[in-house]
């Protein structure tokens, strides 16, 4: 079906300016004003409602060799986004549906149909839930956890960053699963946030606590499961608790400022020999076929109550710049997304 809806003249684009050598600050950017883009055949416009703030942003923009090319200096910054089509040119989409996929940092986009992630159908969840628990965020909790980690009933699971979008979904599952729980998170917050409201068995604050002491005590079995987002010094600290046979799933590696290794560091070959452990990469893109089947889980159980989630949401286009940056402070609580449409839910 063929359409149109009232579009502003002018669509606002955050674009890179200068490329960063480690996390990109808010400097890094600019927002310009250019025309709305218009459709060809086969092509929609996507009013976007809200923008998703990811961790992974940081090597989007880096020059360093990443698993997606760089984005170009001048480029509208690369992000997933959900709106509401305002202009159709394509069979298969009509003015009014809700899309999800990778539509920038701008009010709107012009995308090819075959270019969109998915119709967003769940109208009694809120929107927004499509960049996090039921996007990219809740779909990488759950076939990381579940495809490398293979957890049983009566394992520990560690995650850190276990308040995070995707941590605490991990952690969730994981229990849904008959699994004991254990998160690593930074400030009393956060650590709570794991205990009453993501159900963790135990929480342990990295900046307060001795961390191998701390997981001495949770992990008194050993580590069967390691949900790995940071890398870096707390990794080296779980390491050496990992039980025999466990799997480690990398997954992130947020705690690593530049994309250059250090030129020397703590040595994973022994653990992994001596316990016969498993360590794997993932990325959420090695499973684009799949994603049905893990939002129809991820879908059912939220709605039955068992995974809940935060959403830090910032409102306004202007504070895209300074968002990835606050990501890597700590400053949010849950799932950062940028509202960019008043009153959107």
């Not at 063929?2 to 400097?27: C, D, F, S, W, Y």
Request: net charge neutral; with cysteine; charged share 20%.
């Amino acid at each position: 079906m063929k359409g149109t809806l009232a579009m502003h003249p002018h669509n606002r684009e955050v674009r890179l300016r200068t490329r960063p050598t480690g996390i990109p600050q808010a400097e890094h950017f600019e927002i310009v004003q250019a025309p709305t883009p218009k459709p060809d055949e086969g092509q929609i416009v996507v009013r976007n409602l809200f923008l998703s703030v990811e961790p992974a942003m940081r090597g989007w923009v880096s020059s360093v060799g990443n698993y997606s090319e760089p984005v170009p200096i001048g480029g509208v910054m690369r992000s997933f986004a959900v709106g509401r089509v305002v202009e159709s040119r394509s069979p298969d989409f009509v003015i009014g549906d809700v899309v999800t996929g990778m539509f920038g940092w701008q009010d709107y986009a012009v995308v090819e149909g075959a270019k969109v992630q998915r119709k967003v159908d769940e109208v009694d969840l809120p929107i927004s839930t499509a960049l996090g628990v039921l996007g990219l965020n809740g779909l990488t909790a759950y076939f990381a956890l579940l495809e490398l980690g293979q957890p049983r009933a009566g394992e520990t699971v560690l995650v850190s960053t276990a308040a995070g979008a995707v941590g605490s979904c991990v952690g969730q599952i994981a229990k849904i699963k008959g699994c004991r729980t254990v998160g690593i998170a930074g400030g009393p917050d956060k650590v709570e946030l794991c205990r009453t409201e993501f159900g963790y068995d135990v929480a342990i604050d990295y900046r307060a606590q001795a961390l191998d002491a701390a997981l001495k005590v949770a992990c008194p079995d050993g580590v069967n499961v390691y949900f790995d987002n940071t890398s870096g010094v707390i990794s080296d600290a779980v390491l050496k608790h990992l039980a025999v046979g466990a799997r480690v799933i990398i997954c992130g590696t947020a705690s690593i400022a530049s994309w250059d290794p250090p030129p020397m560091g703590p040595r994973v070959e022994r653990h992994l020999l001596v316990k016969r452990a498993r360590m794997q990469g993932f990325l959420i893109f090695d499973y684009t076929q799949r994603y049905p089947e893990g939002l129809q889980s991820l879908t059912k159980w939220v709605k039955a109550g068992l995974i809940r989630y935060r959403e830090d949401i910032l409102d306004g286009l202007e504070l895209a710049p300074d968002s990835i940056a606050g990501l890597y402070r700590g400053e949010n609580l849950g799932k950062r997304i940028i509202r960019i449409v008043p009153n959107a839910a």
